[in-house]
T-cell receptor
Framework: DAKTTQPPSMDCAEGRAANLPCNHS???????VYWYRQIHSQGPQYIIH???NNETNEMASLIITEDRKSSTLILPHATLRDTAVYYC??????????????????FGKGTLLTVNP | GAVVSQHPSWVICKSGTSVKIECRSL??????MFWYRQFPKQSLMLMAT?????????EQGVEKDKFLINHASLTLSTLTVTSAHPEDSSFYIC?????????FGQGTRLTVV
């Protein structure tokens, strides 16, 4: 998997947009950008993923630069419940076929986002 | 999203005993499951990758005889911590992969006393 670099921590005011950057300069052409978050003492939660186009779902938007070397996760209206560690991961898709894949899913240190009242 | 159930959510055991943690994908078939360990204020550390019907692939430094992984079906994987010691106390998390996404269990807090 390509290595990612994220700032260790960020603050955001409640109700404002939270923009979390991620650098993945060694990303390969077949690797997707995934974002997960982990609220304290819980398992990680999937947020969004994309290959090269910008993506949006009910939780967030993902902006990927044209050269795909970096991306930004946007939480449009952050709430206190969005306080969590956000992980940016780049990886190929799982094979999805019977017999499984020897693919790894590894996490970096992530960004601790603190949403303040 | 798909649901992954991990059980138990917490367990306290005596040193020297074994503990089994179950990870079930409730509404999908997962050909690949991952097991992680997380120490306080640290990121998730991948322990092993488990494929249904085959032996797990362990990460470097993870003892396969101590952390036994069984992935007998497409919906169930188990992690058994054998002869647990206090240094094995940690937060253990499983993940089940389906096509483009991986879903995570809620984690198991293991305390060895």
């Amino acid at each position: 998997d390509a290595k990612t670099t994220q700032p260790p921590s960020m603050d955001c005011a409640e109700g404002r947009a939270a923009n979390l950057p991620c650098n993945h300069s060694t990303i390969s052409g077949n690797e997707y950008v995934y974002w997960y978050r982990q609220i304290h003492s819980q398992g990680p939660q999937y947020i969004i993923h994309g290959l090269k186009n910008n993506e949006t779902n009910e939780m967030a938007s993902l902006i990927i630069t044209e050269d795909r070397k970096s991306s930004t996760l946007i939480l449009p209206h952050a709430t206190l419940r969005d306080t969590a560690v956000y992980y940016c991961i780049v990886r190929v898709l799982f094979s999805g076929s019977s017999g499984g894949s020897n693919y790894k899913l590894t996490f970096g240190k992530g960004t601790l986002l603190t949403v303040n009242p | 999203g798909a649901v992954v159930s991990q059980h138990p959510s917490w367990v306290i055991c005596k040193s020297g005993t074994s503990v089994k943690i179950e990870c079930r994908s409730l509404d999908f078939q997962a050909t690949t499951m991952f097991w992680y360990r997380q120490f306080p204020k640290q990121s998730l550390m991948l322990m092993a990758t488990s494929n249904e019907g085959s032996k797990a692939t362990y990460e470097q430094g993870v003892e396969k005889d101590k952390f036994l992984i069984n992935h007998a079906s497409l919906t169930l994987s188990t992690l058994t911590v054998t002869s647990a010691h206090p240094e094995d106390s940690s937060f253990y998390i499983c993940s089940a992969a389906q096509n483009t996404e991986a879903f995570f269990g809620q984690g198991t807090r293991l305390t060895v006393v």
